[in-house]
C-alpha cells in the first residue's frame, strides 16, 4: 500500500522530531500509511528508484526543518542543501515536480527558508503554510498537524475512523511518552548504536520469545544514560503506544535505590490506572502492569538500575516491547538479556566529542600556534585535552562546557589549566 504521509527529514537535525511524528501519525492512521526510514525499503531493491517512488506516491510530504537544516555542511565545509544529489533536496524537488502538497514542519526556533537561501528546484519551499512542532507543547501541535492532514486528505481521514475502535479500546495517555529530550550535540557510539538497532528491527520483524532486554552497563561517567536516550529516541518510531523513561536510582549518593513496587506504581500510573486502584501487593502490581500493555509496542529505558531483583518485576512479559536498563553492574543472570558494555571512547570520537560540544572547529585549538605546524598542533592539543579527561564523556562534557562558558580560552590554556 501506498504511504500517505511521506517524512523528509535531515538526521543531523531533526532525526527525534521525525521520530516523534511517524509515532504520532502512525498510532492515528496507521503505519501503513506513513514513510520515515529507508531502511523499509526492501532489500536488493533499486533505493532510488524505491524512494522517490515512495515521494511520487505520496499525497502529503511533511519537510522538517530544524535549525541545522539549512546550514548542515559535508566534510568539505560546503551546505548539504546546495548538493543537487543531497537527498533531502532530492525527495523535496521531486515532490514539488509532482505537485505533492508540502507541509514544512519547523522545530522549536527554526525559521522557514528564503527563497534567496534555497536552490531553484526547491524554492517553493518558502512559500509553503508551515506548522510547528515543539517538544514543550507536542500534544497540542500534533493535534492540529492530525486534524489538517485529516482535513485535507480522504485516505487519512478514513484511516483515521478505521482506527477509532482500537483508539477507544486503550486510549494512549500522554504519560506513556516520558522519553528525556535526546542530545543533539551527541557524538561517537557508531559500533553500539548499530548493535542496538540492529537488535530491535530483529524484535520487530521477526517472531522472538519473551520480552527483549538489553543491558548497557560501565563505569560512572562512561555516557550509559545519554547513550541510551539517544538510542530511543532513533527508536521511537517502531514503538508508538509509548516511550518511557524511569529513574531507579540504584547509586544516586542521594536518593535511596528505588523500591520495585514504588516505580511500578509510577508505570502503572502512566498506562492511565488511577492511583486510588492500585494493587497494595508487589505481585500484583507486577501482573496488572503486564496485563495492561501486552499487545502495545512499547520502549521502557530503566535507568541506574540496582541489581537483578530490583529490575524482574518491572519487566513487560511481551515480544512487542524493548527494555534498555542501564547500570554500572553486568546484569548478565536477567532471563534473556544481552549485555552491551561501554568502554571510554575512542579518541578520535573523544576528540569530536570535545569540539562539538565547545562549538569549536580543529582550527580553533590553538590559535597561537597557527605559524607552526598548525595541523599537527590542533590535533596534539585537542588529543591531550580528552587524554586529560580520561576519554570519559562526561568529563569531556564538563571540559567542553568550561570552553563554552569562557569562548576566549584556547584548547591548549585549558589543558595547561586540567594538567595543574
Not at 517524512?7 to 492512521?29: K, M, P, V
Not at 542543501?81 to 514539488?96: G, H, K, Q, S, V
Not at 518510531?237 to 513496587?261: K, V, W
Request: with cysteine.
Amino acid at each position: 500500500m501506498d504511504r500517505a504521509v511521506f517524512i523528509n527529514y535531515r538526521g543531523a537535525d531533526s532525526h527525534s522530531y521525525g521520530a516523534l511524528l511517524y509515532t504520532e501519525l502512525t498510532r492515528q492512521f496507521g503505519g501503513e500509511h506513513v514513510f520515515l526510514a529507508a531502511e523499509s525499503i526492501p532489500p536488493a531493491a533499486d533505493f532510488v528508484t524505491e524512494l522517490l517512488g515512495r515521494v511520487r506516491s505520496a499525497r502529503v510530504v511533511l519537510a522538517v526543518i530544524g535549525p541545522r537544516w539549512l546550514t548542515a555542511t559535508d566534510p568539505a565545509g560546503r551546505r548539504r542543501i546546495d548538493d543537487p544529489t543531497d537527498w533531502i533536496r532530492r525527495e523535496l524537488a521531486e515532490a514539488f515536480a509532482a505537485g505533492i502538497r508540502v507541509v514544512p514542519i519547523l522545530t522549536e526556533q527554526a525559521e522557514l527558508p528564503t527563497i534567496a537561501e534555497l536552490p531553484a528546484d526547491i524554492a517553493a519551499l518558502s512559500r509553503c503554510q508551515f506548522r510547528r512542532l515543539r517538544y514543550r507543547e507536542p500534544t497540542a501541535d500534533l493535534a492540529r498537524l492530525v486534524i489538517d492532514l485529516v482535513s485535507v486528505e480522504p485516505v487519512l481521514a478514513e484511516a483515521a475512523r478505521g482506527r477509532n475502535a482500537h483508539m477507544r479500546a486503550w486510549a494512549v495517555p500522554a504519560a506513556m511518552f516520558s522519553m528525556r529530550g535526546d542530545l543533539p550535540e551527541f557524538v561517537g557510539r557508531d559500533d553500539e548504536l548499530h548493535a542496538l538497532l540492529d537488535a530491535v528491527v530483529v524484535v520487530a520483524d521477526e517472531p522472538v520469545r519473551g520480552i527483549a532486554v538489553y543491558a548497557v552497563d560501565g563505569m560512572p561517567g562512561i555516557g550509559k544514560t545519554v547513550f541510551s536516550i539517544h538510542a530511543a529516541h532513533r527508536l521511537a518510531y517502531r514503538f508508538p503506544d509509548g516511550q518511557i523513561f524511569l529513574e531507579l536510582h540504584g547509586h544516586s549518593p542521594t536518593q535511596a535505590p528505588r523500591a520495585p513496587a514504588d516505580a511500578l506504581a509510577s508505570l502503572l500510573v502512566a498506562t492511565g490506572l488511577e492511583k486510588s486502584a492500585l494493587p497494595h501487593e508487589l505481585d500484583d502490581r507486577a501482573r496488572l502492569w503486564r496485563d495492561r500493555i501486552v499487545g502495545k509496542k512499547v520502549l521502557l529505558i530503566l535507568d541506574d538500575a540496582a541489581n537483578h531483583d530490583q529490575l524482574r518485576p518491572l519487566l513487560p512479559s511481551t515480544s512487542d516491547c524493548f527494555v534498555i536498563v542501564t547500570s554500572r553492574h553486568r546484569l548478565t543472570a536477567l532471563d534473556g538479556v544481552r549485555t552491551l558494555p561501554l568502554d571510554v571512547m575512542p579518541p578520535d570520537q573523544a576528540a569530536r566529542m570535545l569540539l562539538r560540544l565547545a562549538g569549536r572547529g580543529p582550527a580553533d585549538a590553538d590559535p597561537a600556534a597557527a605559524t607552526a605546524t598548525t595541523a599537527e598542533a590542533e590535533v596534539g592539543v585537542v588529543a591531550r585535552v580528552v587524554r586529560l579527561c580520561g576519554f570519559l564523556p562526561l568529563a569531556i562534557a564538563l571540559a567542553a562546557g568550561r570552553l563554552r562558558s569562557h569562548p576566549t580560552w584556547s584548547l591548549t590554556y585549558l589543558a595547561d589549566l586540567r594538567s595543574e
